[in-house]
């Protein structure tokens, strides 16, 4: 990754890279943990988020073992380009966030477990970087399907916020949004830790739990 660019700041969208309309690669039908369709539609009665924590492998493989969650898949997000590929997505001159499709039944998890996760597992105010990550593909992100999931991503932010304050912390940076135009990464992204066990992984938490 450090053989990118590290821009850490957002792209104008007039700015962005041009992109393509096909993507040029071909994005396998089934998560290979899971043995669940990743980039199906969302079946009935399921709910789809996508959660952006850095490096997409790591956050991909929290998710994937997360109890009610269905199928997860990595890919680009929160951007501008269409159907970016990686290499581009690393310059930041897309706008694009490395994300993660999470599909839940709310039958067996609660979309505020699964923000606690989200909470606990890296650090929400570094801005446009993770650790050592540097750039805006790095940033925090929540893009929301549903307005109670935008409700609780914002109340569950400022439950957190005055937890970490104290312990040196700024402002959460997160991204709040709604779900926009997304693009699945290259095949080999997918489940990337579970093909390669000894793989990067970057999780710059804060070690502080999210409130009972």
Not at 59 to 81: D, H, L, N, R, S
Not at 111 to 119: A, E, G, Q, S
Not at 152 to 159: I, N, W
Request: charged letters at 15%; aromatic letters at 14%.
């Amino acid at each position: 990754m450090s053989f990118f660019k590290r821009n850490t700041a957002l792209v104008e969208p007039a700015a962005a890279l041009p992109g393509r309309q096909d993507p040029g690669f071909a994005v396998p039908a089934d998560n290979i943990v899971l043995g669940t369709p990743q980039t199906a539609p969302v079946p009935a009665g399921f709910e789809e988020v996508w959660f952006g924590t850095g490096c997409f492998w790591g956050t991909e493989e929290i998710f994937w073992q997360q109890p009610g969650v269905y199928t997860t898949a990595v890919g680009y997000a929160g951007g501008y380009t269409p159907n970016p590929s990686y290499e581009e997505v690393c310059t930041g001159g897309t706008g694009h966030t490395e994300a993660v499709r999470v599909l839940y039944d709310p039958a067996r998890t609660t979309f505020t477990d699964l923000l606690k996760v989200f909470w606990e597992t890296h650090d929400p105010t570094q801005g446009m970087r993770q650790g050592n990550d540097l750039g805006s593909q790095y940033r925090s992100a929540i893009y929301y399907t549903t307005d109670e999931q935008r409700a609780e991503a914002e109340r569950t932010r400022d439950l957190y916020a005055p937890v970490i304050k104290p312990l040196g912390y700024g402002d959460i940076t997160t991204e709040i949004a709604p779900l926009g135009p997304v693009y699945y990464a290259e095949g080999y992204h997918q489940q990337y830790l579970h093909k390669n066990p000894n793989g990067y992984r970057c999780h710059s938490n804060t070690g502080a739990a999210f409130p009972a």
